[in-house]
């Protein structure tokens, strides 16, 4: 096996063991989703409240995006390559199983 520390990942290895990277907006609508009840609309209609931030204030929505990149790397579960954010647990298990150890030095 070939060693190699996290923080030495480049972006081609991560592309040849297919090591998608995170979409923070996404994953940001499901986090707000998570924390706040739909919103009832006339009584008859329901949307999810990161649709509707997402949606209709897409200032603070995309705030909210630099807040999640930023808490998911300060708590290392996150690691950014060349301007993409990629989860950390993914990139050390793709990459054992394309035959490298990695060496979480983060």
Known sequence: MK???????TRKELDKAMVKPVNVED???????????EVK???RFSRAHGALIRQTDEIMFLMCCRDTEANNVADKRWIEIDGEYYDVDDVIEKLADAGFEVENDL
Not at 27 to 37: F, G, H, K, S
Request: proline share 5%; aromatic share 10%.
């Open 3 to 9: 060693q190699i520390k996290l923080t030495e990942v």
């Open 27 to 37: 994953y940001t609508e499901e986090t707000i989703n998570e924390c706040y009840p």
């Open 41 to 43: 609309l006339l009584d």
